[in-house]
Structures are given as structure tokens and as C-alpha cells.
């Protein structure tokens, strides 16, 4: 509120351009990107980390397609590289060509031009995470206001960390998450431990594609999918790869216990809020791409949706970064 009030003093539109570059090192960065409505007009790249980077010449996933509908339209994140829409489209279409799904239900992508979000991420920075919900494609197709309302529907039995209530995990679900980890471009999938638990069972003798799902806090209402940097993206840097095992053994054994879900019993740590990402902590080309100006871009944002989110299970911190086993308050929002 200070600052809004210094800079609604300043008539000069060069001071006022001057006071915000001077005050944009003190607002901690998911605002100033949050404020952003349309992408940089410059190439499209992925710039930085996951969790610590932003995003140039985004395009934006068309709100509907033939096999899928994006959600939540009012939070403008349906922004991503052009290879990350490109393979929302690519499994839309296969899963319900091949896979008898209906179609798919788009969360989040990215903002305009990527970086921290106000709310909900970690990750979702450099245009190359995407979230998928397990709920298929209904028909009639939603509307608009419904898109907003409709809440993710966990398949977890109520009050349980990891196990799943078969009655509502979808059918074919599991074919799903097996046909979007076939694809090279995938570097990782985050799913929920349960989650992972039945599609060990379930695999059979192909089991090279289990190694790229990967368990995690929550998400047991959408899948969290992550791709490697696109080739010639020499300011991306991708994840380390997950272990060539399928995951199946000890490594799941662990998130099946209640060793991942206690609570620390530091008190006092977790009173003290995590240290916020400033504009200063991202890769220098994120200033020039936050900054950027010029003309139209090519692909203009679709017809937004009035209202807010709504406040659901799935709209708590999505701690999509480098999973870190002696982290175990991570999920709770207090480690980065």
C-alpha cells in the first residue's frame, strides 16, 4: 500500500517508470509477474528453473478443443512453451483415441510470461509444468461459470495421506498417466504415493515408463506433468533425471509410511514464513522479458471468465520441485 501511494503521487509518466524500477527490487516477484496479462513479445523460451525462472514468447492452450477443456480461465494460466501446449494436444488426442478417455481437463499451465505465482506454486516458472486433473471430460461440456466452481474431486479415502478409494478413481485413469509418461518430452510426473502403488500393480512387464512417475505430497486430484528443456533452450535447466527404476521398492515403501507426513516438532520454525522470490533471485533475462514491450502478440489470450477460483483441496501449495526426503515439512509450505 506504500508503495501504491508514492507512485499514485508521481504525474510524470518517466518518474513514475523510474519509481517503479526503483521500488520493483522491494515487491517480492509473483506480484510483479502476476500483473502481467499478456505474454513478451520475443522468441519463445524457457528461461531458469522450474521453481526459479520465467517464460518469453509463451502461447497460450486454447480454452477448448476437440478432446479437452481448460479450467479456471480467470487465473490466466493457461501460458506455456509452445512444445507444452503442443503436448497437451498430443495427449487429449491419443487418450481418447487410444485409450477410450473422453477427454481432458486442463489446469494450470503458466502465467503470461512465467515466474512466481501469487498463489498456489512452487514450480509452473519457465512455461514447462502443466497440471492435469484426474476427472475426465464431461458431456455436455462444462460452461464457463462451471469451469470456475467445479471442484477436484480427490481419490484418496477421506483423511488418508496415500490410500486411494477405488470407487473413485476413474477407469482408464491408469492408462492415462502410462500414455503421457511414454513420451519422450516427459521428464517427470508427480501423482500422489497411492496413486503410484496401482499402477506398480498394474503394469505388468513393461515397467520402463514407471520411472517417471514419481510420488508426492498430495496430488490426488490432478496429475502435476513436467517436461526436459526443449532442444537449442540454452537458458533452461532441466531436473535431474529420476533413477531408471521403476520406483516399485523401497523408494515407495517409504511415502507408504507415516514417515513422510509427521510434522516437525519445531515449533518455532514453522512460524517463520518462507523467504519470498524477489526479481533479483531469477536469471537476469527474466528483468528484460518482465519489462518487455512491443507489439501484439501472435496468439492473444482467450476470452477470460469473471471470478476467482474456487477455494478447493487442490489449490494448496504445489510443491512441484525436487522432492527432498529429509524435507519432510516440505509439503506444509515451510522448505524450499
Known amino acids: 500500500m506504500r508503495i501504491a501511494r508514492m507512485l499514485a503521487l508521481i504525474p510524470s509518466a518517466g518518474l513514475l ?14 506480484y510483479l509477474f502476476a500483473r502481467e496479462v499478456t505474454p513478451a513479445p520475443l522468441a519463445p523460451q524457457p528461461v531458469g528453473y522450474y521453481a526459479r525462472g520465467c517464460l518469453s514468447g509463451a502461447v497460450a492452450l486454447p480454452p477448448d478443443g476437440p ?8 487465473r490466466n494460466r493457461y501460458w506455456g512453451t509452445p512444445e507444452l501446449v503442443a503436448f497437451v494436444k498430443k495427449l487429449a488426442r491419443d487418450t481418447k483415441a487410444q485409450d477410450g478417455w473422453p477427454g481432458l481437463l486442463v489446469g494450470d499451465l503458466g502465467q503470461p510470461r512465467g515466474g512466481p505465482t501469487p498463489t498456489d506454486h512452487s514450480s509452473h516458472q519457465n512455461g514447462l509444468d502443466v497440471d492435469i486433473w484426474f476427472a475426465p471430460m464431461p458431456y455436455p461440456r462444462l460452461t464457463a461459470g462451471e469451469r470456475e466452481t467445479m471442484p477436484l474431486q480427490s481419490v484418496l479415502v477421506p483423511g488418508s495421506d496415500y490410500e486411494v478409494d477405488m470407487m473413485r478413481f476413474p477407469q482408464g485413469l491408469d492408462r492415462v ?8 518430452e516427459v521428464q517427470r510426473i508427480l501423482v500422489n504415493p497411492g496413486i503410484k502403488k496401482i499402477l506398480c500393480e498394474r503394469a505388468g512387464r513393461d515397467r520402463a515408463w514407471l520411472s517417471k512417475i514419481r510420488p508426492w505430497y498430495k496430488h490426488d486430484d490432478h496429475m502435476h506433468v513436467r517436461l526436459v528443456c526443449p532442444p537449442g533452450a540454452s537458458g533452461c535447466r532441466s531436473q535431474k533425471p529420476p533413477p531408471s527404476d521403476d520406483g516399485c521398492g523401497v523408494a515407495l515403501a517409504y511415502w507408504l509410511s507415516p514417515l513422510p ?12 514464513p518462507p523467504k519470498e522470490i524477489m526479481l533479483s533471485d531469477l536469471p537476469a533475462a527474466c528483468t528484460a522479458i518482465l519489462n518487455a514491450t512491443g507489439s501484439a502478440p501472435l496468439n492473444p489470450p482467450p476470452q477470460q471468465v ?6 478447493t483441496q487442490a489449490d494448496q501449495p504445489d510443491q512441484a520441485d525436487q522432492p527432498d526426503r529429509n524435507c519432510r515439512r516440505k509439503f506444509l509450505g515451510f522448505c524450499r
Do not use: F, H, N, V
Request: glycine share 2%; hydrophobic share 40%; aromatic share 8%.
Open 17 to 30: 517508470a523510474a519509481a517503479w524500477a526503483a521500488s520493483a527490487e522491494e515487491i517480492p516477484a509473483k
Open 67 to 74: 478432446e479437452w477443456q481448460a479450467m479456471r480461465l480467470s
Open 177 to 184: 498417466l502410462r500414455r503421457a509418461a511414454s513420451y519422450p
Open 261 to 272: 507426513y509427521k510434522r516437525t516438532s519445531e515449533p518455532e520454525d514453522e512460524e517463520t
Open 306 to 311: 469473471m471470478g476467482s477460483a474456487s477455494e
